[in-house]
């Protein structure tokens, strides 16, 4: 079974500084990876996914993610936080078909002005 | 395009009461999924629905938990009786059901049981 972990629970920032997120997952084959932000009160927003190709993945927000087989990491980056991308983030683990998705822990940021 | 619907936004109820919470994909998502976020984890997959057919709900607990797709767009999920470990956000969430495709998530259904 696939799994997903985010060692830090909890990370602060100040504000224009950069940012990285770590994330490690747990798969046996070629996993299907993704990044999801969850702002307070709201819902699940899809920051970017990698299934092929490049292991640079671009995605919304100016955030970008690496994926690194070899360290079975998929960590996100910005290199520049605004003051609204505190919020909760989410790396997920895809199997097969990626139609089911398994989620770490999550990693709150925290931006200082 | 319009995205999940979920209703209500927030419940409180007592323990062993009852609950429904009901949810609308974005039209046209074959793949409808319910799952359970407690405070301070990452969301859990309760179950998954193909249309109207259930494709996963190993971790539904059964006992007190249901949910139903009938005619394969709207869904309601219940709890009957409610815990106080129930307590969580109830996100519903969609995906054309087709190989890598993304998954939208709601803004979920807020419960407190006391």
């Known amino acids: 079974a696939q799994s997903v972990t985010q060692p830090d629970i909890h990370i602060t920032v100040s504000e224009g500084a950069s940012l990285e997120l770590r994330c490690n997952y747990s798969y046996g084959a070629t996993p299907y990876l993704f990044w999801y932000v969850q702002s307070p009160g709201q819902g699940l927003q899809l920051l970017l996914k990698?299934?092929?190709?490049?292991?640079l993945v671009q995605g919304i927000k100016g955030f970008e993610a690496e994926f690194k087989r070899s360290q079975s990491s998929f960590n996100l980056r910005k290199p520049s936080v605004h003051w609204s991308d505190a919020a909760e983030y989410f790396c997920?683990?895809?199997?097969?078909?990626?139609?089911?998705?398994?989620f770490g822990t999550g990693t709150r940021l925290q931006v200082t002005l | 395009e319009a995205g999940v619907a979920q209703s209500p936004r927030y419940k409180i109820i007592e323990k062993r009461q009852s609950v429904a919470f009901w949810c609308n994909p974005i039209s046209g998502h074959a793949t409808l999924y319910w799952y359970q976020q407690i405070l301070g984890q990452g969301p859990k997959l309760l179950i998954q629905f193909q249309n109207n057919g259930v494709v996963d709900d190993s971790q539904l607990p059964k006992d007190r938990f249901s949910a139903e797709r009938l005619k394969g767009v709207d869904s309601t999920l219940k709890i009957q009786p409610a815990k106080l470990e129930d307590s969580a956000v109830y996100l519903c969430?969609?995906?054309?059901?087709?190989?890598?495709?993304?998954?939208?998530f709601g803004e979920g259904s807020w419960l407190t049981v006391v």
């Open positions: 997920a683990v895809g199997a097969g078909t990626a139609s089911k998705l398994t």
């Open positions: 969430a969609s995906s054309s059901g087709h190989s890598g495709n993304t998954i939208y």
């Open positions: 990698y299934f092929s190709g490049d292991t």
